[in-house]
């Protein structure tokens, strides 16, 4: 169970940021944690790693303060999370082989090390250097190296984010496969909601730096569903006119919609645009976003 | 026949310089790279000082400094029976200070550019400072390293002021080519110092062109 109940302020670029948490994480669960990018995401990961020190609070995982404020806080050599960055950092000057080694804690049976190349599937790389990897490949080594020291927490930052989607399914499978294996309480930055869907139990949703809602993916999604508009980003492809009704063909995410549209709103609309595709009441309103 | 003890002097005093100013230079560069101390602009400008100081200044006061009338001078012949006015060791520790900058610099550079992301990934990792410095940070800036070393081989060949201040041109012992040159002009021995002059640019170009294809064969392979 990790407790977090801290604040934090960073005076990154020009504007002051805070970043308030007060909520728990269930041991073994898979927590996504989702929102606008400068929401704090990546800052609360940081600072249940260690990277990072909060100002105020307390943060404990199984009843041991991590981080106490004024009174203790453990370095992150002490923390001993598995953390997959966004960029993967793995080591340029070091094989995948070697990558993994590094990370064994001393003393530390290197089974481990055949068991994880044998699951994600790496035999083949375990010579080349990080610079000759793609980026599926990297992602694997990245999370694999995460596991070498069978932390019991396992820190995503949107690991998957710049793939295509069908290494993406495949990598999701390996993580929720990881996450179940080795009994870990997963944290995993995304804006994928296909990805929420799909691999989490349990979703914290932030902006500016606050909790907005959390609980399982189907409480949260359900609720913002009836409560407000729908609501999709999408471009268009196609304007067309058919007497005097006009039909604006969006095409959102893998899907095409055709849309109802009047005269004023086509005028302004031109195939290529993004267009925001909102409905209140049953009628569609679509308006240009960009 | 030209005498090749001043070359041979100028070759051992550059090595032995570059060889203990590595050994200092890279906590301080470290220090340097990852401080975010208000003081750090203090050190950088020290650091920095004998790019922009007249190598006679440095020689001077590391003269009265080591000179055996002063407290510190004396303190070392009391405590180590160590002079190190006129002396091969004076030499070498004006030399460490003249060069700082040149093999800081580059290092500084060097660790500053490796991505942030890789020294916190080797923490989480568990992995403690100095083994970050030593497995992660020093074998990804190998180009930076061998930039530091050349320029302070170089910089060290090159000297004049300072070692003439501090070293005197004891034969055999401080009597470096660079002074030597000097020496063989103001008595007219133009061919000698020809033939100093001639093997110093050829040691130097030699330096700095395998570091120019060291380096550029580095680049073109170059991760990260």
Not at chain 1, 41 to 52: D, E, F, S, W
Not at chain 1, 117 to 124: C, G, H, P, V, Y
Not at chain 1, 221 to 233: D, K, R
Not at chain 2, 21 to 27: E, K, N, R, V
Request: include cysteine.
């Amino acid at each position: 169970m990790i407790h977090l109940n801290f604040d934090i302020t960073l005076n990154g670029n020009s504007e002051e940021f805070k970043l308030e948490m007060h909520t728990s994480i269930k041991k073994g669960s898979f927590t996504t944690i989702f929102g606008p990018s400068g929401s704090g995401k990546t800052t609360l990961l940081r600072c249940i790693a260690g990277l990072q020190t909060p100002q105020n609070g307390i943060i404990t995982v199984n009843g041991i303060p991590w981080f106490e404020a004024s009174k203790s806080n453990f370095t992150p050599q002490k923390r001993g999370v598995g953390y997959v960055f966004q960029d993967y950092a793995l080591f340029p000057n070091m094989t995948i082989q070697e990558n993994l080694e590094f990370a064994l804690k001393p003393q530390q049976n290197p089974e481990i090390i055949h068991e994880l190349i044998a699951i994600m599937e790496l035999t083949s790389l375990t010579n080349s250097k990080p610079v000759s990897l793609s980026g599926g490949q990297k992602q694997r080594v990245a999370l694999a190296r995460a596991l070498v020291q069978k932390p019991k927490i396992l820190l995503l930052d949107e690991p998957l984010a710049a793939l295509d989607s069908g290494i993406k399914s495949k990598l999701q499978d390996y993580i929720l496969k990881l996450h179940q294996k080795y009994e870990l309480t997963t944290l995993l930055v995304t804006h994928d909601i296909a990805e929420i869907l799909r691999m989490s139990d349990h979703i914290i949703e932030l902006k500016h730096g606050k909790i907005l809602q959390e609980g399982a993916p189907k409480e949260v999604f359900g609720h913002t569903e009836i409560n407000s508009n729908f609501q999709f980003t999408g471009t268009v492809l196609e304007i067309s006119s058919e007497d005097f009704i006009h039909f604006i063909t969006v095409k959102i995410g893998q899907n095409n919609v055709k849309v109802v549209a009047d005269k004023d709103e086509i005028s302004q609309l031109s195939p290529g645009d993004t267009v925001l595709l909102s409905s209140k009441a049953f009628n569609p309103i679509i308006q240009k976003i960009s | 026949m030209i005498d090749f003890d001043p070359i041979l002097v100028s070759l051992k005093l550059a090595a032995i310089t570059t060889l203990l100013l590595l050994i200092i230079a890279i906590p301080i560069a470290f220090y340097l790279s990852q401080t975010k101390s208000k003081l750090k602009p203090i050190w950088e400008t020290l650091v920095s000082m004998p790019l922009v100081l007249p190598p006679t200044v440095i020689g001077f006061y590391l003269l009265v400094a080591f000179s055996p009338n002063n407290a510190f001078g004396t303190f070392l012949k009391d405590t180590f029976d160590m002079q190190l006015v006129f002396s091969f060791e004076g030499l070498v520790i004006a030399s460490i200070i003249y060069s700082l900058p040149f093999m800081v610099h580059p290092i500084q550079s060097g660790f500053q550019h490796v991505p942030k992301s890789l020294v916190e990934m080797s923490y989480v990792l568990g992995k403690s400072k100095f083994k970050t410095l030593q497995k992660v940070l020093l074998p990804n800036i190998k180009p930076s390293l061998l930039t530091g070393i050349v320029l302070t081989f170089a910089h060290t060949i090159g000297e004049f002021g300072v070692v003439l201040m501090i070293g005197g041109n004891i034969p055999g012992s401080t009597r470096v080519a660079s002074i030597a040159i000097y020496d063989e002009v103001e008595s007219l021995n133009y061919d000698v110092a020809n033939s100093y002059s001639l093997i110093l640019f050829g040691i130097t170009f030699a330096i700095l062109l395998l570091v120019f294809l060291v380096n550029g064969r580095t680049y073109k392979n170059r991760i990260v």
